[in-house]
T-cell receptor, first 114, second 113 residues
Framework: NAGVMQNPRHLVRRRGQEARLRCSPM?????VYWYRQLPEEGLKFMVY????????ESGMPKERFSAEFPKEGPSILRIQQVVRGDSAAYFC????????????FGPGTRLTVL | GNSVTQMEGPVTLSEEAFLTINCTYT??????LFWYVQYPGEGLQLLLK?????DKGSNKGFEATYRKETTSFHLEKGSVQVSDSAVYFC????????????FGSGTKLNVKP
C-alpha cells in the first residue's frame, strides 16, 4: 500500500509566479490536511478537506492561497503570486475518517521563491 | 486556545545516554497527544501516541505518559543510538476540532558515537 505521495518534492518559483502542489492520499483515505513548515519551526495547520469539500480553512492565508480535493485526482494547494515569505516545506497528511484516526504524512514539497 | 510548547534544541547526547524531551500543552477539551519524528529531508513519522490521561505511549524504546495534572507529555528513552538523531515534534489534536494537529516547534536531537 503506497503511502502519501506529494509532488513535486522541490519547486522553485520566482516572485509573482504561481505554485501548484499536489498530494495523493493513501489508498482508501478521503481526508486530507495541509500543513506548512517555515524554516526552523514546527508545522502549522492550513486546511482540512474531504472529497469535494473544504471543511476547515482557518489556517489558510486569506489571499493568494487556495486548496481543492476533487472527486478524482490529487488534492491541490495553489499559491498565486508567490512572495519570498512563502518559501517553506508544505506537507500533506491523509486519514481514513474525520474521527480519531492516525494521519499519515507525505514527504513534503519544498518551495523556494527567488 | 490550543498550543504545544517543547524544549528548544539542539540536544546533543552521547550514545547510550538517557533522553528526555519536555513537552507541555494547552488545550480545551480532551486532546490526544503525539510524538512525531522527522529525519532530514523526509516527512513526519508517528513515533507514539496517547489518547487519554495516564495512558503511556511507547515504541522503539521511546515512552511518553499523558499527564493531565501537569499538562505534559515528555518523551524519554533509556539509551539513545546514533540512528535516533532527528527532529522530534510533540503535537496534540482534538476529535471535536477536526483532528487537525497543533505542533510544537520541534527539538533537534544529535547523538554522537
Amino acid at each position: 500500500n503506497a503511502g502519501v505521495m506529494q509532488n513535486p518534492r522541490h519547486l522553485v518559483r520566482r516572485r509573482g509566479q504561481e505554485a501548484r502542489l499536489r498530494c495523493s492520499p493513501m489508498k482508501g483515505h478521503s481526508h486530507v490536511y495541509w500543513y506548512r513548515q517555515l524554516p526552523e519551526e514546527g508545522l502549522k495547520f492550513m486546511v482540512y478537506l474531504q472529497k469535494e469539500n473544504i471543511i476547515d480553512e482557518s489556517g489558510m492565508p486569506k489571499e493568494r492561497f487556495s486548496a481543492e480535493f476533487p472527486k478524482e485526482g490529487p488534492s491541490i494547494l495553489r499559491i498565486q503570486q508567490v512572495v519570498r515569505g512563502d518559501s517553506a516545506a508544505y506537507f500533506c497528511a491523509s486519514s481514513s475518517s474525520g474521527g480519531y484516526n492516525e494521519q499519515f504524512f507525505g514527504p513534503g514539497t519544498r518551495l523556494t521563491v527567488l | 486556545g490550543n498550543s504545544v510548547t517543547q524544549m528548544e534544541g539542539p540536544v546533543t547526547l552521547s550514545e547510550e545516554a538517557f533522553l528526555t524531551i519536555n513537552c507541555t500543552y494547552t488545550a480545551t477539551g480532551y486532546p490526544s497527544l503525539f510524538w512525531y519524528v522527522q529525519y532530514p529531508g523526509e516527512g513526519l513519522q508517528l513515533l507514539l501516541k496517547a489518547t487519554k490521561a495516564d495512558d503511556k505511549g511507547s515504541n522503539k524504546g521511546f515512552e511518553a505518559t499523558y499527564r493531565k495534572e501537569t499538562t505534559s507529555f515528555h518523551l524519554e528513552k533509556g539509551s539513545v543510538q546514533v540512528s535516533d538523531s532527528a527532529v522530534y515534534f510533540c503535537a496534540l489534536s482534538r476529535k471535536d476540532n477536526f483532528n487537525k494537529f497543533y505542533f510544537g516547534s520541534g527539538t533537534k536531537l544529535n547523538v554522537k558515537p
